[in-house]
């Protein structure tokens, strides 16, 4: 996380490595008596809220009417009150392009970045623009990691290309190096660990280390691991990077419009795989619900202090976990809620033991705390979006969270 501003959660999933943990904070702290309320507000397209300085709150979101005929869509940074979600700065529009949410993230220099469309944005902490550089490829970029050496990387969404990799100079958001064609298209979004990048391609994980002497972005050639094989599975969504081992899932083509529930594509059952980062020999499947159809657009999640890992199979409304023996190497289930409509990125606070995750039922969108060891329901409260969220959520500055589901932000709070 040298990369980032030292904030409780500076861009999304809370770092690069994808572990949606705060970096501090103490957690929510449920008790019994209390009960989760909320404080919703109108949105564009919702993509995310990151946290600055203490009562810092940045959203970003982006159009999305101008893409259904043909137009650059646009992205806007806004400041926000912490508690009334109101907006206390705004940038104007960003230049963007094709529609794909995208990213944001507060640099250790203290600036905002965002990646949208296909361009990459600074900007001050009164929103104000800085600079704007247009990335190479006329596709939407699924945001970007900041490696430890402060370089920015960014990834264009290909679904029928070779990927490829842009690296950018912080400070003028010119290319840091020439691009890395990656060998295969790419559908989910970067992680990243230290100075290396992880990359889930159609059928493939792969990784690529800064090296400094090059100054330039080098594949490994020795890790890489066929996730795909013979199986009629579809391509993984992004990874987390536990320190060890590389934790995905697969079957991510679906046919989602405003729900995840039955837009699964392939007959197959979705799967956790995992991958150790030292060996990629060293790897794992496992199907998730075991149901046909199976689905995600999102990552899993990993309790690193409790060996936790919690799965999920949207189109089928089954959310799973298992408990990870590292010596072993062995999955063994713990709790399982079915049905349940997950499908957003995940919050956890490792404090407390507290998993927020999104369930949508009776046409609507209802936020959870669970209990990640014995998947116990702690807290529950409905915002009422008729879209089920598969973005960002991220923590606040008290006992609260921000929730983001395209069509409206939420600030959840204990009462």
Partial sequence: MKGYLNSPWPCEDGGPQRLQRPLSGEGLGLRTGEVLQATTRRTLMSTMTVLGAPGEVYLLTHTALRAHIGLPTTARVEKIDPHSLKSVARSPALKGGPMWPGGMAIHR????????????????????????????????YNSFVVLDNGLIVCKNLSASTPARLTVLEPETLRPACADRVCPEPSIARLSAI??????????????????????????????????????????????????????????GLHRYRYRMLGAG?????????????????DHQTLKVSGLAGGSITNPPLVDVQSQTVVGYDSANAVLQAWRFDPQLRGLTPVWRKAPFGIASHMLLYPATGELVVNDYRHHGEEVVVLDIHTGMEKGRVRLGGLMQGVVFPSPGWARDFYWSSMGQLARVFVA
Avoid: K
């Avoid at 944005?121 to 550089?133: D, G, I, M, S, V």
């Avoid at 594509?265 to 020999?281: C, Q």
């Fill in 265 to 281: 594509v392939s007959r197959t059952a979705n799967r956790l795989i995992r991958v150790s980062l030292t060996d990629a020999s």
């Fill in 109 to 140: 220099n203290g600036d905002v970045y965002v990646v949208y469309g296909n361009h990459a944005h600074r900007l001050n902490r009164q929103c104000e623009p800085l600079a704007c550089f247009a990335l190479p490829v006329p596709e939407p």
């Fill in 194 to 251: 230290g100075n290396s990048v992880y990359v889930v391609g159609v059928r493939c994980i792969f990784r690529y280390h800064w090296n400094a002497a090059l100054h330039s972005l080098e594949r490994d050639p020795d890790w890489c691991f066929d996730y795909i094989g013979p199986s009629a599975q579809s391509y993984g969504w992004d990874v987390v990077l536990d320190g060890a081992h590389a934790w995905f899932m697969d079957n």
